[in-house]
């Protein structure tokens, strides 16, 4: 067993009663009061030490009518008494007031006292009206000095924190944690490492701040350093490192630190399984989400919200949508995380009409939609090609919830109104943008234009993209990709000449399959998998039975200027193909082949899956950049809606690749090698 034993709680099951306040503090509220125990008699209120406990609990409990009767009954009270009443008032944010009447009737107020104020101040007011009554209060603790400093660091002021951590008298952890805190925070990596190796004294907190900003900026390294020499680790210490390796694509190592933390004895919470969870997710590591989905039910987090959404989504970009849905359903509490996750994941999955649905279930539950929600309903219209309605839900968004678009939101109507041919429109709607276009914007009318071929407004789009990024690849592979299309060649060769002095070099693609819970990763004509031969035989196979049925190899997408026996090898040879063969050969029929991708499904290997679906009688899953295409009997998820990237396609790695190192096939061997 993971987890030894449950949380005791302790529940109170008292009746209540409305009557008028009459606590004495003046504040002339009428409160919902629970009667006290009887058992309690007036002899316990005399006793100062035993009623302040009883106070603490109540307001540990958030009880605060109960408080405010001990408090009346009590014969004498203390300073610590007037201080417990004082921090109950302020715990919520709006009772300010009422703080500063009971603060003023407190006889002998203390440094806790003020420091109370301070945070009210700071909470209510902000960090201007908190100095102000800062340099006016007549005692001040350290306590005092680190509400400042830190208040300063939460909103990134740290000139102003560093003057105030200089000018204290005394500091302790909580100052050192404070500032590096704030130094991660702000983005100043440097002057966090010099204030923590600067530290006189520090805790576990200033340990944990210091690693997550070494992953937060990338150095794993030294992030794992100093988990090492930590002698002791709480379990905020632990989620730090998951995150971090998760954060930085280092997935597996987070997941590993979860077992090992599980080894120490460390129960985990639901941060730790979230960041686990989401790690799964970008490996697409299914059978390691299964094993975490088992820990969940085994431990109190099985009825936690946070756990159970971060669970849907796993499963729905693991590409197990029905569990998704299953685990959705079981949710008893959903919050708009939860919602959020599974309308996205039915987007992602190509059932546009199921989350548009359950975006309309969640108004009527009560829900109000934000930015993100709308963000997986233009998904969901986009890959359903609900091209109008998306238009209506982009302006009720603005007119009926008060949300601004930002350019997520316009990257996803571009791409809608693009896919569907309405360019112009699309090309009217980036210029009515309140703000400047995102490079992502014009590299989405981009490859609209690439799959409609219009090239005056691809080399527009081209334009706009690389002077807001002359880095990108995108707006060269793109533009080289349209004029191929067109065997425009001499254009081609400019483009990459370009490409080659301006040192751009595009993410070569790839895709991946899990099997027995390893992880195997093809690129575009892969010459190291270990199996290859047994992979090109397969493929091969599966050529000629697709021939046969009627399959023709679509060599607009082999963009070279080479022979076509030569284009046809070429597009054999994608990723996703070479991963769905070794597919076939390891995975056990009635099981589906799932294979994930980092760029979309170009044409031809999205044609070529549905005839092997058909042939093979297998469902054949594959995740692409934005979305599922579920294989079955020879049609798709998407109705042939989204195929083609925006971003490019294993073709793209080969025009790179092939025509920039001239490259030729051996056929001999039966892989590529160079001259």
Known sequence: MYYSGLVRNFVLTLSKR?????????????????????????????????????????????????????????????????????????????????????????????????????????????????????????????????????????????????????????????????????????????????????????????????????????????????????????????????????????????????????????????????????????????????????????????????????????????????????????????????????????????????????FDAMKNDGMKPDWITFVAVFLACNHAGFVDLGVQYFDAMIRDYGIEARPEHYACMVDLLGRRGRLSEAKDLIKSMPFKPHPAIFGTLLGACRIHKNLDLAEFAAKNLLALDPSSATGYVQLANIYAAQNRWEHVARIRRSMKDNNVVKTPGYSWIEIKSVVHEFRSSDRLHPELVSIHKKLNELEKKMKMAGYIPDLEFALHDVEEELKEQLLLWHSEKLAIAFGHLKVPLGVPIRVFKNLRVCGDCHTAIKYISAIEGREIIVRDTTRFHHFKDGSCSCSDYCVEDVYGYDGDDELQWLIESEKVIDFSCGHLSAC
């Open 18 to 358: 409305h009557v008028s306040s009459s606590s004495g503090l003046g504040c002339g509220s009428t409160m919902l009061v629970t009667p006290l125990p009887s058992q309690f008699n007036q002899s316990m209120f005399n006793n100062v030490v035993a009623s302040n406990k009883l106070i603490a609990n109540y307001l540990r409990l958030g009880d605060m009518d109960s408080a405010l009767q001990v408090f009346d009954k009590m014969t004498v009270k203390s300073t610590v008494t007037w201080n417990s009443i004082l921090a109950g008032y302020a715990k919520n944010l709006g009772n300010f007031e009422v703080v500063r009447q009971v603060f003023d009737k407190i006889p002998e107020p203390n440094s806790v006292s003020y420091n109370i104020m301070l945070a009210c101040y700071l909470n209510n007011f902000g960090i201007h009206r908190a100095r102000a009554y800062f340099d006016v209060m007549p005692v001040k603790d350290t306590a005092s000095w680190n509400t400042m400093i830190s208040g300063y660091a939460q909103i990134g002021l740290m000139g102003e924190a560093r003057m105030m951590f200089l000018a204290m008298p005394e500091k302790n952890t909580v100052s050192w944690s404070a500032m590096v805190s704030g130094y991660v925070a702000c983005g100043d990596l440097d002057s966090a490492v010099e204030c923590f190796y600067a530290a006189t004294v520090k805790s576990v907190i200033t340990w944990t701040a210091m690693i997550t900003g070494y992953m937060k900026f990338g150095r794993v390294e030294s992030a794992e350093k100093l988990f090492q020499e930590m002698s002791q680790k709480t379990l905020v210490t632990w989620n730090a490192m998951i995150a971090g390796y998760v954060d930085n694509s280092r997935a597996e190592d987070g997941l590993k630190l979860l077992k090992t933390m599980l080894e120490t004895g460390a129960k985990p919470n639901a941060v730790s399984l979230t960041s686990v969870l989401l790690g799964c997710s970008n490996l697409s590591a299914l059978q390691l989400g299964r094993q975490v989905h088992q820990l969940v039910c085994k431990s109190p987090l099985s009825s936690d919200t946070t756990a159970g959404t971060s669970l849907v989504s796993m499963y729905s970009k693991c590409g197990e949508l029905k569990d998704a849905s299953k685990l959705f359903v079981q949710i008893q509490r959903k919050d708009l995380v939860s919602w959020n996750a599974m309308i996205s994941g039915y987007a992602q999955h190509g059932a546009g009409e199921k989350a548009l649905e359950l």
